[in-house]
């Protein structure tokens, strides 16, 4: 929200320092991200604070000063053709000093070259030599002094000032034209000069979207009085009543609509006061109708739209019209002001008559009833709109405007009748005509007023501080609340244009914020918690969790975070093409923001392929993994199923180049197997197996089940190539796993078992054995394991090989056993016994034997 000082000071008088006054709005929820000083000179670095002391101004502040010397208010007394440019022209003009001749190549002076001395001359914002102002035919804000020049053989010294050149806004085609009343020689720093806050306004405060919000948020941080606007109306026209109808067909959506109307308007352009405010508070002016509509909704919150009522008395067949708010037909359609034909969902609303749809409701106007240089009459319309079916309207439809950036945060029902009647006004003052008597009103929903109780004790308990009852109405009071005292305790009744304000506990919290914000939070003590701590219970769950992160981050993993929304042919890239994907259905989103983004995900593996695939163009090495959700539609109940899942993706060399070692052997199976291995160990999962497995999504033969206790809990392998190349991934072998983390937490032992470090010596041994091609090492090991006892300290897989020296259709696995006992050195008769169980187990269980 953009918010000119001079605006800002018709509501409320303003005595401090304009950055003092930012900050005290930051301190109270209105951050001020930005003050842009529009002529008036810029603040000194540091400055007063209200505790008495210097500090520095805390918000970035921009702008341009006009020096009172150099900058003032000309008038064109008459424009000439240049001698030897056609598209220059020489200005005749007055400073209130003296005449000068102004060059210029300013489009909209063009019309009124060679007409001789002006009847009535143009007043224009005029840079005296030496003036510094921006470039206007540079982008960005460039500044630069105006010095004396020869331009095709005319000396030009000074210039009459586009909005661009001042630090308005971009525009620079033109010069600014000023009003007639502008007073020639006045210094423009004293005319027009201004300042802008602009305000980040988060959704809680959308009230104060407009200036009068803003000015009663100035008014009780600072105590000056609100200067509420007149609501009065000049009705001098013929009564509306007989001439327009409303019809609400579902107050829900539309609680309140109000229809005004001003007839023998003419449309041209606003003045340029008028149009300087809403560039100011980034509006772009249009004509003097829609320009009125618009300043009243930036002054007191309520958006307005104008139609052409002589087009809907048309539409009507020449009869009073009638103005319905409804839900679309059956493929019923609208071209909005933008010019785009819009098909519609059954949940928008709209404004139509009987002949068809005239707007999208809170939203924008259609093109066929829009104001135009012909019209006349206008019909004004405020209205009440449920914030949530415009928020939804308006995602659903990509459309985003300054009428539905208030409604679809909550614009309260008793502004529309305001709003009309403001709007009615300013058309009027700037656009001429008289204002039909009176207003059709249509209020089948009005809200309760929210009414809390609340105590002196409600602040100490809430804030810390110790108020007496009167400052806390005191404080209320200057926010507009009405307030009732009832002994020691206020009834507190919300204003009728918040809607922000709970009932019960929540209204309670809801007024201590208030007192808060105003009271100063930064005046605020720090005071340890009274209330006695509730019982910390932990969640192993959680825990468990961050465990598995930790682990896999300390095994030089990055942990990454997708988006849960994804769309469903995304996810079939995971799978050969030609696969049938999964069949359950998936959760729908109502209103995506993309297409991109409709459904919830059933893969978590297909989501970090996105990321690794977007990051392969950038880096050779990734190694990353996710924990987080997928969304399964469950059979009973609405909500679905969402079991955590662990992926894991590894991709490029093992490590980067380095002085060292230039170059590194590439990611394989058994890294991400060891990495496997490594959590669980960490996690002190011992049961753990990996068995052959298969998987559409992995390279036949490079694919492994991961299964604890037996049970399986997830996939691990090589990408399958078909999959790989509907990736646009390098030529390195992707491995990939993903995991139920469910079942894997559920595995992790509740305690652990301590043995004592062994101090005598270990016997070392190894073992070669031979067996068949189809036996998995998995298996010999754990026949080995097994087999070996408790004296069986350690067993580790060195060396395989297959060649001529042995069977065919066989392998050779060598294996380094570690003897060790915990009370003794043991005897070359208890190895030798060991090694001999060992073989003779291997040879009836595998069908091994040893390696000669």
């Not at 000071?9 to 930051?26: G, K, N, Q, S, Y």
């Not at 929820?29 to 670095?45: A, D, K, N, S």
């Not at 796993?737 to 652990?752: F, G, Q, R, T, Y």
Request: net charge negative; hydrophobic share 40%; aromatic share 6%.
């Amino acid at each position: 929200m953009k918010v000119p000082i001079t605006w800002l000071r018709e509501f409320v008088d303003i005595e401090l320092p304009i950055p003092e006054l930012a900050h005290r709005l930051t301190l109270a929820g209105l951050e001020v991200e930005e003050i842009r000083f529009v002529g008036l000179p810029l603040p000194e670095e540091k400055i007063e604070g209200h505790t008495g002391r210097k500090r520095s101004i805390g918000t970035n502040v921009t702008g341009l000063a006009w020096d009172p010397e150099k900058f003032v208010v000309g008038a064109v007394l008459e424009v000439m053709p240049h001698p030897d440019a056609d598209r220059l022209v020489l200005c005749r003009l007055d400073d209130g000093e003296q005449e000068h001749t102004v060059l210029t190549g300013a489009p909209n002076l063009f019309p009124y070259k060679g007409k001789g001395t002006l009847k009535n001359p143009l007043k224009v914002a005029y840079a005296r030599e030496g003036a510094t102002l921006f470039d206007g035919h540079i982008a960005g804000w460039e500044p630069f002094t105006l010095k004396r020049a020869k331009i095709r053989g005319v000396e030009s010294y000074s210039m009459a000032c586009s909005e661009k050149e001042l630090g308005i806004s971009e525009e620079h085609e033109g010069i600014i034209v000023l009003d007639d009343d502008a007073p020639v020689g006045k210094p423009l720093v004293e005319y027009m000069g201004d300042a802008v806050l602009d305000i980040a306004l988060t959704p809680n405060v959308a009230r104060n979207a407009n200036i009068l919000g803003v000015a009663r948020e100035v008014a009780a941080v600072t105590g000056a009085a609100l200067k509420e606007p007149s609501y009065e109306v000049d009705w001098k026209g013929p009564a509306i009543d007989g001439r327009v109808s409303i019809d609400i067909r579902n107050p829900e959506l539309n609680p309140r609509f109000v229809l005004g109307l001003v007839e023998g308007v003419e449309v041209g352009p606003s003045p340029y006061w008028v149009q300087l405010r809403l560039q100011l508070a980034g509006m772009r002016p249009i004509n003097n109708i829609v320009d009125a509509t618009n300043y009243a909704m930036l002054e007191i919150g309520e958006p307005l739209h104008a139609f052409d009522f002589d087009v809907l008395v048309e539409r009507s067949g020449e009869k009073s019209p009638e103005i319905i708010t409804r839900n679309p037909e059956s493929k019923e359609r609208i071209t909005t002001l933008d010019g785009v034909e819009r098909s519609l969902d059954d949940f928008t609303v709209l404004v139509a008559d009987t002949a068809g749809a005239l707007s999208i409701a809170g939203v924008m106007g259609g093109a066929e009833s829009e104001v135009s240089e012909k019209t006349t009459r206008v019909l004004l319309e405020g209205a009440a709109w449920n914030y949530i079916n415009i928020r939804r309207t308006a995602g659903a439809q990509n459309l985003q405007s300054e009428a539905s950036y208030r409604f679809e945060r909550g614009v309260p029902p008793a502004i529309a009748e305001r709003g009309v009647k403001r709007g009615l006004s300013w058309i009027q003052q700037f656009a001429g005509g008289e204002i039909a008597k009176g207003l059709v009103d249509e209020y089948p929903l009005p809200p309760e007023p929210s009414i809390v109780e609340i105590a002196p004790s409600d602040v100490e308990r809430s804030l810390g501080i110790l108020l007496e009852i009167d400052a806390i109405e005191e404080i209320l009071g200057r926010l507009g609340f009405e307030i009732e005292s009832k002994g020691d305790k206020l009834q507190v009744t919300t204003p009728d244009h918040r809607m922000d304000i709970g009932e019960g506990i929540v209204g309670v919290a809801d007024l201590m914020e208030e007192v808060a914000r105003i009271y100063g939070y930064d005046l605020l003590p720090e005071t340890m918690i009274s209330d006695e701590l509730p019982p910390q219970y932990s969640n192993k769950a959680l825990e468990r969790e961050e465990q598995i992160r930790n682990l896999l981050a300390g095994l030089d993993l990055q942990e990454i975070v997708t988006y849960r929304l994804t769309a469903p042919d995304h996810e079939t890239r995971i799978l050969p093409a030609g696969e049938k994907p999964d069949d359950r259905p998936y959760i729908q989103l109502e209103n995506p923001i993309s297409v991109d983004r409709v459904v919830m995900r059933h893969s978590l593996l297909a989501s970090v392929l996105e990321i690794v695939e977007s990051n392969a163009r950038f880096q050779e090495r990734i190694a990353v993994f996710e924990i987080g959700p997928v969304y399964l539609s469950a059979e009973e109940g609405e909500l679905p199923a969402e079991p955590l899942k662990l992926a894991i993706a590894l991709t490029g060399p093992r490590a980067l180049p380095s002085w060292r070692e230039p170059s590194s052997t590439e990611f394989d199976f058994f890294d991400l197997k060891g990495i496997l291995e490594a959590l669980f160990a960490g996690l002190k999962i011992g049961a753990v197996e990996y068995s052959p497995g298969e998987h559409p999504s992995f390279h036949p033969g490079k694919c492994a089940r991961i299964l604890i206790d037996g049970k399986q809990v997830g996939v691990m392998g090589e990408l399958h190539p078909l999959v790989k190349e509907r990736y646009s991934f390098q030529s390195f072998p992707l491995l990939a796993a993903e995991l139920d983390v469910e079942a894997v937490i559920h595995a992790i032992p509740e305690s652990i078992d301590v043995e004592l470090v062994k101090t005598f010596p270990p016997v070392l041994e190894d073992l070669a054995i031979v067996v068949d091609e189809v036996v998995p090492a998995e298996q010999v090991l754990a026949v080995i394991r097994k087999s070996g006892g408790d004296l069986l300290e350690d067993i580790r897989l060195f060396d395989l090989y297959r060649g001529e020296q042995i069977e065919a259709d066989k392998k050779s696995l060598a294996y380094a056993l570690t003897y060790q006992a915990v009370d003794r050195t043991l005897t070359d008769e208890e190895v030798a016994g060991l090694r001999k169980k060992i073989v003779k187990a291997l040879e009836k269980k595998l069908g091994a034997h040893l390696r000669s």
